[in-house]
């Protein structure tokens, strides 16, 4: 078999790739390990860019994202007991929309199926070869395995992928931050008690007040890293957030069983370049931000549509000049990110360390609250940089 890119993974990169790529003429194979219910069982963060919506409009997925996604002009910083708006949309003139990573993922699964582009679920031992010349892909499918010539891999396969393992690794370099704590999740239905994203930092460590619609909430407490879900029932779990994020919130929550609950640990991670031959890695095969920031997401779909620009551009004009461009292209703005959310991350959370650090995170917690330069700043990026 022969394709134009073969795409492996098909998390919200992949297929928001192929979905871009089939409006412009450009055939893909979608190859992903998991099934299509397992990548929808995922729960993710939901606080997507305008840029990101931009590109969502553009390739065509964006209706029911603009009836049932929420705006937000504004989130709230909780520092000690009280809560300070950084107002979003009169600081930049932008807002943020919240709408599940998941529902991105629904929507843009039901656009692949429509447009008839094939997608290969439980794809097991997806092989890259000669990616530096006559790229091939083989994958085992129904106890066959199959073969594929392409002019390039999309290696959209997330951080455990096998994407980035078929790069030699005298070819990247890596660049990592492990952090000594892990968010612990609860998705759970019940009315938002707060309008905006709630990010509290308080003396027993952080916790995020956050919404996936009116009805339905997603909070997070920062945890030990060998903490069990276990010994984390709900009680305890709503106790210990409403501790962090206030009284009059905790005062309200209801007694609710999760939906969903998980533990994940905060990392950050850059590999590069993020091209090797006719190999393109995007999303999180390249990198990882931390949570705080809400950045994952927004940055794969930069990555993306940076992509799928210099393949149009290599079909359509002959020019490979958006292809050679890519990488630096796309790591100018994950660096960005990055210190975005290593700030934000820095900035709210309960970290082990020195006295002297302490004091300079109080320091810069305080004129954060107190300047509204400091305040511009934050929401120039937490809207986003420009694609
Ligand atoms: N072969 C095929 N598919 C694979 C393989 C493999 N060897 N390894 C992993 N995959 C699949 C995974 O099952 C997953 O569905 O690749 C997909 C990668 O999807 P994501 O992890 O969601 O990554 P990405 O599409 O880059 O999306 C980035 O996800 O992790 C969040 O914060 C991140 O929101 C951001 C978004
Ligand atoms: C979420 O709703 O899951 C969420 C929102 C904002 C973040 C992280 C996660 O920064």
Not at 127 to 136: C, M, N, S
Not at 252 to 275: D, G, T
Request: hydrophobic content about 40%; proline content about 4%; glycine content about 10%.
């Amino acid at each position: 078999m022969k394709t134009q890119v073969v795409i492996v993974g098909g998390g919200p990169a992949g297929l928001l790739l192929g979905q871009l790529l089939h409006r412009a003429g450009i055939a893909s194979l979608l190859l992903e390990r998991r099934s299509g219910d397992y990548v929808l069982g995922r729960i993710r963060a939901g606080v997507l860019e305008p840029g990101t919506v931009d590109v969502l409009e553009h390739a065509g997925v964006a209706d029911r994202l603009r009836t049932e996604g929420l705006t937000h002009d504004g989130v709230e910083i909780g520092y000690r007991g009280t809560r300070h708006r950084i107002a979003l949309k009169e600081l930049t003139g932008k807002h943020v929309t919240v709408y599940g990573q998941t529902e991105v993922t629904r929507d843009l699964m039901a656009a692949r199926a429509a447009s008839g582009a094939p997608s290969v679920y439980e794809a097991e031992d997806v092989t890259l070869a000669d990616i530096g010349g006559t790229p091939r892909v083989t994958y085992r499918h129904g106890g066959k395995l199959h073969e594929v010539q392409c002019d390039f891999i999309a290696g959209c396969d997330g951080f455990h992928g096998v994407s980035r393992r078929s790069v030699p690794a005298d070819a990247l370099s890596v660049f990592e931050r492990t952090y000594p704590f892990g968010w612990l999740g609860v998705l759970a239905d019940f009315a938002p008690l707060w309008r905006e994203l709630i990010y509290a930092a308080s003396d027993r460590g952080f916790a995020l007040a956050s919404m996936r619609s009116e009805t339905r909430v997603r909070c997070y407490i920062q945890c030990d890293l060998n903490d069990s879900l276990e010994e984390w029932t709900e009680p305890r779990f709503w106790e210990e957030f409403g501790r962090r994020v206030g009284s009059d919130i905790a005062a309200r929550i209801p007694s609710v069983p999760a939906l969903e609950k998980s533990i994940a640990p905060l990392r950050s991670f850059v590999a590069e370049p993020l091209r090797f031959g006719k190999l393109f890695l995007a999303g999180d095969a390249a990198h990882i931000v931390p949570p705080t920031g809400a950045k994952g997401l927004n940055l794969a779909v930069s990555d993306v549509f940076y992509l799928y620009e210099g393949l149009r551009s290599f079909y359509r004009g002959n020019s490979a000049s958006g292809l050679d461009h890519y990488s630096a292209r796309c790591l100018r703005r994950i660096w960005h990110s990055e210190r975005f959310s290593w700030w934000m991350t820095r900035q709210l959370h309960q970290f082990p360390g020195d006295a002297f650090d302490g004091r300079i995170q109080q320091a810069e917690v305080e004129y954060l609250l107190e300047s509204r330069a400091a305040q511009a700043v934050l929401a120039e990026n937490y809207v986003g940089l420009p694609l």
